[in-house]
């Protein structure tokens, strides 16, 4: 069974890219996207901006184990469009990522080894142009505790980087947090510990 991601890699921010050879343009557009919904609107509007285009190639990867993608051609020779452009979001590692190629026709076919070039290329061109951010893979933690061992449990929060999103102090106290999913392991430890010690603490995922 292979190891789960930890964390990975996507962009911040559109960008754009361009190429033009024997008097076509291609158009490349990066966008950060996490949804088919959101590739969906994203294809709208440029086939609305670039109505007059005659093909809008396309590929995108999305999820943190960066295991669904997909390659459009969109009227071109097969795998001539959409493999180079997904070829260059993998060459980066990048998921929850789209690239859209516009092209206008010049009037001069390329062949097939010309448009794998051109649509990688402008692929290229507008991913040199993104700001790569590492997104940390976190999970839900539910930690319930005494009173009496919210010292112990605060020293928890700080050493594991936990982002508290709800906290509750009372005899029988509450705490929901965020959690790197790489620090779980040393997290179940420590609380064990504690409560092999005599404290009175539990965790739970709320993602179990």
Same mark, same amino acid.
């Given at each position: ?95 929850? =990522?789209?690239?859209?190629?516009? @092209? !206008?026709?010049?009037? &001069?076919?390329?062949? #097939?080894?010309? *448009? %794998? +070039? ?19 893979? =976190?999970?839900?933690?539910?930690? @319930? !505790?005494?009173?009496? &061992?919210?010292?112990? #449990?605060?020293? *928890? %929060? +700080? ?50």
């Amino acid at each position: 069974m292979s190891k789960k991601a930890e964390s990975y890699l996507t962009i911040s921010a559109p960008a754009e890219g361009l190429y033009k050879e024997k008097g076509s343009k291609f158009l490349a557009f990066a966008y950060p996207v996490t949804s088919e919904d959101d590739i969906k609107d994203r294809l709208d509007e440029l086939r609305k901006k670039y109505y007059d285009a005659r093909h809008h190639c396309y590929a995108y990867v999305l999820g943190a184990d960066r295991e669904v993608y997909r390659a459009n051609d969109d009227g071109e020779p097969n795998h001539s469009a959409g493999d180079p452009i997904l070829g260059q979001i993998n060459s980066k590692q990048l998921t929850n =990522t789209l690239v859209v190629v516009v @092209r !206008y026709f010049g009037g &001069t076919k390329l062949g #097939v080894s010309g *448009l %794998i +070039n051109a649509y990688k290329v402008s692929t290229e061109e507008a991913l040199n142009n993104v700001q790569v951010k590492k997104i940390d893979i =976190t999970r839900t933690i539910n930690l @319930r !505790y005494s009173y009496d &061992t919210t010292n112990e #449990v605060m020293r *928890l %929060i +700080n050493d594991f980087e936990v982002k508290i999103t709800d906290q509750v102090f009372e005899a029988d106290c509450q705490l929901t947090g965020e959690i790197k999913i790489g620090m779980t392991d040393q997290l179940e430890e420590k609380v064990t510990l504690l409560i092999d010690t005599g404290h009175e603490v539990s965790l739970e995922y709320s993602d179990d």
